[in-house]
């Protein structure tokens, strides 16, 4: 009884170890302002002469860069370094990358890129290790890498001083070997490779107002060139996850949706577009509306589109420029319903509020603070940073967090990054994740005592039915038997007594007299008892 009372106790200790563990999941979230969620600091970091270049797939990572500046020159600066930063804890490591390639360094797709002679550098952050790969590099004025999402094919662009392509060529890195170059062409524009490698994409300026899109495979070398009824390829961006390309101009009257095999799908004709930028579950995009068949620049609308180009979510008029103050957004929530925003304002000096001259205009200072917004009705929730001028914005995490980078309001060369717990409501489902992914060695620890609980028990509950099944299985066998071999002694024992007595009561009682038998006289013939003839030869008997 007290062993039972003992480990039931150690199993609802753990339980509610769990429990307690997991109790910040339920826990509602922080009081809201105005209806929407309140950003709360959970961790800065201060670094001087650094600038943040972008973060990591996964978003535990951000790849930062360290500056000098120049002696003679306030503005001048030049990149001395590049370090990866874990966002978690603030600690930095490194990156060992030669001094003559640090202006050829790109990041991307979780991996820092740079040229360093004949070959092409990749440093891989999740495995912080520098892998090489040998290439024939071209000696133009610029080179610019293109890396695959999986990181396993690169394209290399090579343009003139005055940025026009040249040549692209593309390797496979797990081979070394160039599998595809293409010389280009004077019209060619933009370049991109699809998130596999397999295709790469150029847009070039056609005539009579229209621009072509070609579409070369990377394996076999075919190509694929279509017409597109719009001038100039300004926007081209892929979609994450996805072989999905999106192509338009600076402002066009289409969009173009081209899929992994070429396909195009031409989206909301009819409507011109400013900008497209595609999130996991939407499209963000800026619409112009028409004044005179022009473009009518003070009717801007955002929009969240589907793959269709469909309109599907709202964007608040609220978020409207005016002649003093821009809005720029910088990050969506999963579903587009909340929004970071950057408001950039101009404020007025001194010398400015008592002259209107444009060269004092020139001079005034632009503030820039940061919101936590909702998309549909542009309420917003100011960000506690401790200046106004965010360089960086954007949602962590899942949504679960916010990272804003941004300078000291008194010394400029100072990079604040601060990591906000966003309060946004999110499912149960989310809300585990979320814990799991934050508080890795209490789950697995919670983990490991719950698989060792459960599996205690359930070997102590297997031995018990064992041993019950055991015992009573052993009662049931012998119990037979014992019985059965007492039987067999009773009835051995019984039978020499029912012997002994039927020769004790022959003495004991008197039988019936037996009578000697009768023959006939005449013939002989035995004869039945009480037989009054004899049944051969029929005389009476005597």
Same mark, same amino acid.
């Given at each position: 009884m007290f062993k039972s009372i003992q480990k039931g106790g150690r199993i609802a200790a753990v339980a509610i170890g769990i429990v307690a563990a997991l109790t910040p999941? !339920?826990?509602?979230?922080? !009081? /809201?302002?105005?209806? #929407?969620?309140?950003? +709360?600091?959970?961790?800065?970091?201060? @670094?001087?002469?650094? &600038?943040?270049?972008?973060?990591? $797939?996964?978003?535990?990572?951000?790849?930062i860069s360290t500056y000098q500046?120049?002696? $003679?020159? $306030?503005?001048?600066?030049?990149?001395?370094?590049?370090?990866?930063?874990?966002?978690?804890?603030g600690s930095t490591k490194d990156i060992k990358i030669p001094k003559a390639s640090l202006e050829s360094v790109h990041t991307q797709a979780g991996c820092v890129t740079w040229l360093d002679g004949n070959n092409l550098a990749i440093y891989s952050v999740d495995d912080q290790k520098t892998s090489t790969h040998p290439i024939e590099r071209k000696k133009y004025a610029e080179t610019n890498v293109d890396l695959s999402t999986n990181g396993k094919v690169a394209a290399i662009a090579y343009e003139n001083k005055d940025s026009d392509l040249k040549r692209i060529d593309v390797y496979d890195l797990e081979t070394n070997k160039m599998i595809e170059s293409y010389k280009c062409d004077k019209n060619d524009e933009r370049y991109l490779l699809s998130n596999d490698g397999k295709r790469l994409y150029v847009t070039s /300026?056609?005539?009579?107002?229209?621009?072509?899109?070609?579409?070369?495979?990377?394996?076999? %070398?075919?190509?694929? &060139?279509?017409?597109?009824? =719009? &001038?100039?390829?300004?926007i081209m961006v892929r979609k994450a996850g996805a072989d999905t390309v999106y192509v338009g101009g600076s402002f066009c009257d289409t969009l173009a949706k081209f899929d992994y095999d070429g396909n195009v +799908? =031409?989206?909301? $004709? %009819?409507?011109? @577009?400013? @900008?497209?930028?595609?999130?996991?579950? =939407?499209?963000? !995009?800026?619409?112009?509306?028409?004044k005179n068949n022009e473009a009518d620049w003070d009717s801007i609308q955002y929009a969240m589109l589907n793959d269709r180009g469909e309109e599907i979510g709202t964007v608040s008029p609220a978020f409207k420029d005016t002649d003093d103050s821009h809005y720029g957004f910088r990050d969506f929530s999963e579903h587009g319903d909340m929004t970071l925003v950057s408001l950039e304002k101009r404020v007025a000096t001194n010398s400015e509020s008592n002259s209107d001259s444009e060269a004092d205009a020139e001079d005034s200072k632009t503030s820039i603070s940061a919101y936590l917004a909702e &998309?549909?009705? %542009?309420?917003?929730?100011?960000?506690?940073?401790?200046? +106004?001028?965010?360089?960086?914005?954007q949602f962590i995490d899942g949504d679960q967090k916010i990272l804003a980078a941004y300078e000291d309001k008194n010394d400029s060369?100072?990079?604040?990054?601060?990591?906000?717990?966003?309060?946004?409501?999110?499912?149960?489902?989310?809300?585990? #994740? @979320?814990?799991?992914?934050?508080? /890795?060695?209490?789950?697995?620890?919670g983990g490991i005592v719950l698989v060792l609980v459960v599996g205690g028990t359930l070997i102590v509950c297997a031995r018990r039915r064992k041993k019950r099944s055991g015992v009573k299985g052993d009662a049931s066998d012998?119990?037979?038997?014992?019985?059965?071999?007492?039987?067999? #002694?009773?009835?051995?024992?019984?039978?020499?007594?029912?012997?002994?007595?039927?020769?004790?009561?022959?003495?004991?009682?008197?039988?019936a007299p037996v009578s000697a038998p009768k023959f006939c006289r005449h013939?002989?013939?035995? #004869?039945?008892?009480?037989?009054? =003839?004899? !049944?051969?030869? %029929?005389?009476?008997?005597?």
């Open positions: 999941l !339920a826990a509602p979230p922080a !009081a /809201l302002a105005d209806g #929407l969620p309140t950003p +709360e600091l959970e961790k800065s970091y201060t @670094f001087k002469n650094t &600038t943040i270049k972008g973060l990591t $797939d996964d978003e535990d990572y951000a790849i500046r120049a002696d $003679d020159e $306030d503005d001048g600066y030049s990149t001395v370094g590049y370090s990866v930063l874990d966002l978690s804890n /300026l056609g005539d009579n107002g229209s621009s072509k899109l070609m579409t070369i495979d990377t394996s076999s %070398g075919s190509r694929k &060139t279509q017409t597109i009824p =719009f &001038t100039g390829g300004k +799908e =031409f989206l909301a $004709d %009819g409507q011109l @577009f400013n @900008f497209v930028i595609p999130y996991d579950n =939407f499209l963000f !995009a800026a619409k112009i509306s028409r &998309t549909s009705t %542009g309420q917003k929730t100011k960000l506690p940073i401790k200046t +106004e001028n965010v360089s960086e914005l060369d100072k990079l604040h990054i601060d990591i906000y717990k966003s309060n946004i409501p999110h499912s149960v489902i989310d809300d585990v #994740l @979320f814990f799991a992914k934050n508080n /890795l060695p209490v789950v697995i620890g012998k119990a037979p038997k014992a019985k059965k071999q007492k039987h067999g #002694l009773r009835k051995k024992k019984a039978q020499p007594e029912i012997v002994s007595t039927a020769s004790a009561g022959s003495t004991l009682q008197p039988q013939c002989g013939t035995p #004869l039945v008892p009480e037989a009054k =003839f004899c !049944a051969k030869c %029929g005389h009476p008997v005597e």
